[in-house]
Each structure stands twice: as C-alpha cells, then as structure tokens.
C-alpha cells in the first residue's frame, strides 16, 4: 500500500487548503482512512478519520474547521482545513488502518504517506 499526501504550503491566517491523500497498491477501499499532524518538537496527533461508509471522526480541538471527506469507492481522501491558525502549523501525515474508526493512536494505523508540510503566517 502507498499513500501519497499532497496540497500543503505557506499561507495566511484565515486561509483554507485542501489536503489530499491517493491511496494505490493492495489498498481496500475498507480501509479507515486518517490525518495526524506533527507539529516541531510536538507528538504526532490524530486530526480525523473516515470509514469506508462515510462515518467520521473529528478531534475536538479542530471540529468545526477541519472536515475529512473520501470518494468513492475511497481511494482518495481529502482533509479540508478552514480558517486556518499559525498553531495548525505541521506535517499533516495520512494513514490507513484496518482496526475501524475510533482510533486515535498512530500505532493503530498500518500504512502512512510522506506527509505535506502546512505552514500558517499570521
């Protein structure tokens, strides 16, 4: 399985971006597909997840900002990020896993992309 994530870059406070994560290799389209973010000198974090059906999950400290989306059959995902803050700075990494949605912890997710970098200038 590789994930390639793509759409990051340099913007203002207040911007929007639109992650995207393309999944190809033995990728099943059951496959929970995740964010997490990896701020400098920070853990990486869990941001959102998706199931194949299209239930989510959202960290409470970017709901309302951030929506997870994925076509279908769900090959592709995308993380839209609004309004975005100079904290939102990170690596955002994607994953997929095949535990099912509810997991937070990185160690639960099988295959991870290279990440995009997202920088936000205030």
């Known amino acids: 399985v590789q994930l390639q994530a793509s759409g ?9 971006l639109r992650l995207s994560c393309a999944a190809s290799g033995r990728f ?3 496959y929970i597909m995740a964010w997490f973010r990896q ?3 920070k853990e990486r974090e869990f941001v959102a997840s998706i199931a194949w059906n ?11 900002r951030f929506t997870i989306s994925r076509e279908n059959p769900g090959y592709t995902g995308y993380l839209q990020i609004n ?13 997929a896993g095949r535990h099912g949605l509810g997991f937070i912890e990185a ?9 995009t970098q997202v920088t936000v200038s205030s």
């Open 28 to 30: 099943f389209s059951s």
């Open 39 to 41: 701020a400098p000198g």
């Open 8 to 16: 990051g870059g340099l913007v203002r406070a207040g911007d929007s």
């Open 83 to 95: 309004t975005l803050k100079p904290e939102d700075t990170a690596v955002y990494y994607c994953a």
């Open 107 to 115: 160690n639960k997710y099988d295959f991870w992309g290279q990440g």
């Open 54 to 64: 299209g239930a989510t999950q959202i960290a409470d400290s970017v709901k309302g």
